[in-house]
């Protein structure tokens, strides 16, 4: 059974950084990726990085985020500097295995002064 737990979520003020993780279980090695989305919008790719650690970044947060992996033990992790209100969203980790999508969670980022 596939599972993934985000963790790292929290109150940050303008400009401030945070570290997400995410926790997979029950898949090898896929690609994985974080979006985030705010109730009654669209839901906003951030960061996708595959299994060999080619990342793509979402246009509203490249050069302030990075996401990386650890492939021994099967997290990714979304480190976010200069943090704006905008950022303030759920944030998700996902995969998609067997033509499957597989998300967590949930993890809530808020921005504010």
């Known amino acids: 059974q596939v599972q993934l737990v985000e963790s790292g979520g929290g109150l940050v003020q303008p400009g401030g950084s945070l570290r997400l993780a995410c926790a997979a279980s029950g898949v090898s090695v896929v690609a994985m990726g974080w979006f985030r989305q705010v109730p009654g919008k669209q839901r906003e790719l951030i960061a996708v990085?595959?299994?060999?650690?080619?990342?793509v970044y979402g246009s509203s947060v490249k050069g302030r985020f990075t996401i990386s992996r650890d492939t021994d033990t099967n997290k990714a992790y979304l480190e976010m500097n200069n943090l704006k209100p905008d950022d303030t969203a759920t944030y998700y980790c996902y995969l998609a295995y067997n033509h499957v999508e597989y998300r967590g969670q949930g993890t809530q980022v808020t921005v504010s002064s």
């Open positions: 990085i595959s299994s060999d650690g080619d990342e």
